[in-house]
């Protein structure tokens, strides 16, 4: 007897492993078709989800697994070659509570939610908190990891339910990226937030030319009025920055040598990349719980020696680093010689 589904409401992608098709629906079933077909949908061939009752969101594959994934759980699935019904078994083991947030159907032109980079899936999710609890997870076969800064879930945890698109692995001249877009496909001028596995960084990607999704070096154009262009990315191209400038701060409690005694800031500086020409980093210190900050020397990034001496004595005291400008830096460590 074959089985069409026409009462059922999918939830999330169709995927294919094996030979098999696989989908779920709004019930936390997983269907799957006969061998090497996606017409013949025989009615036993199904499994459920079941380590948890959850809201189904849809499934995804890492390898040779299938994971079905609800807003609150993931559960992975392996083919274990039943010889009638689904092939799939559950991997109970493996099953974590951290679900998946995917782009709100009412979102004109929302897309993937999941990418694979390095047989590893990056997924926006969260640990079975809530909305607030959201952020980047990473999934390598047999552990769920949380990558995103608080900062990035801060900002994901805000727009997920109003502005988040899809998911998609970006590559650009050896270098690969997660992309997180957050505005429409269609949309003029776009906005994406970018992570680099190998470097561990974020940071913030517009462009009114092209979206964040791309084969190879072809990448796909913004509005739909550039529907009939690719954009591409040349070996001979100047990688430059735009030379916007941009305002951020850090700031942080300075550790103490001598307790509630006296301590004396000798030496403070930076670990940070060589900037090419002049960069002051401004530098205040504040010994009263923050509620006003001092002037020290500014630290000059361009000097092979990124240090300033004499900082003032405190019993406790918070330091305050930031920078106006245009320039491009890396700050890797704080450095200092409190006695």
Not at 93 to 103: E, F, K
Not at 262 to 285: E, H, P, R, W
Not at 310 to 333: D, E, I, K, V
Request: aromatic share 14%; proline share 3%.
């Amino acid at each position: 007897t074959e089985l069409v589904q026409t009462t059922n409401t999918w939830i999330g992608k169709m995927e294919h492993m094996d030979g098999y098709a696989f989908i779920m629906d709004h019930k936390n079933i997983i269907f799957n078709s006969d061998l090497n077909t996606i017409s013949s949908f025989p009615a036993n061939n199904f499994v459920a989800k079941q380590i948890m009752i959850d809201i189904p969101v849809g499934l995804a594959k890492l390898g040779n697994q299938i994971i079905s994934f609800g807003a609150n759980t993931g559960e992975p699935f392996y083919n274990a070659g039943n010889a009638t019904g689904s092939p799939l078994l559950p991997i109970k083991a493996l099953a974590a509570r951290v679900g998946m947030v995917a782009p709100s159907l009412t979102l004109i032109g929302a897309g993937s939610y999941y990418c694979t980079l390095e047989k590893r899936m990056y997924f926006v999710g969260r640990k079975a908190g809530g909305t607030n609890s959201v952020g980047l997870f990473v999934y390598n076969g047999s552990t769920f990891e949380r990558v995103s800064t608080s900062y990035i879930d801060k900002i994901l945890s805000e727009v997920v339910e109003t502005s988040f698109y899809s998911v998609n692995a970006v590559g650009i001249y050896g270098q690969n990226y997660v992309s997180i877009l957050l505005t429409s496909p269609n949309a003029t001028s776009q906005k994406w937030l970018m992570f680099n596995p190998e470097w561990k960084e974020w940071f913030e990607w517009t462009s009114n030319v092209f979206s964040p999704i791309n084969d190879n070096n072809h990448f796909l154009p913004c509005s739909s009025g550039l529907k009939n262009k690719l954009y591409k990315f040349n070996s001979s191209d100047n990688w430059l920055d735009a030379g916007t400038s941009y305002v951020f701060s850090t700031q942080f409690k300075l550790f103490q040598a001598n307790g509630s005694s006296k301590n004396f800031l000798k030496m403070y500086g930076l670990d940070a990349d060589t900037a090419s020409t002049t960069c002051n980093v401004s530098t205040q210190i504040s010994t009263d719980y923050c509620s006003t900050f001092t002037n020290l020397q500014d630290i000059d990034i361009s000097q092979d020696r990124k240090v300033n001496f004499r900082g003032g004595s405190f019993r406790n005291a918070h330091l305050r680093l930031s920078y106006t400008g245009a320039q491009p830096q890396r700050w890797h460590q704080f450095l200092a010689r409190v006695e």
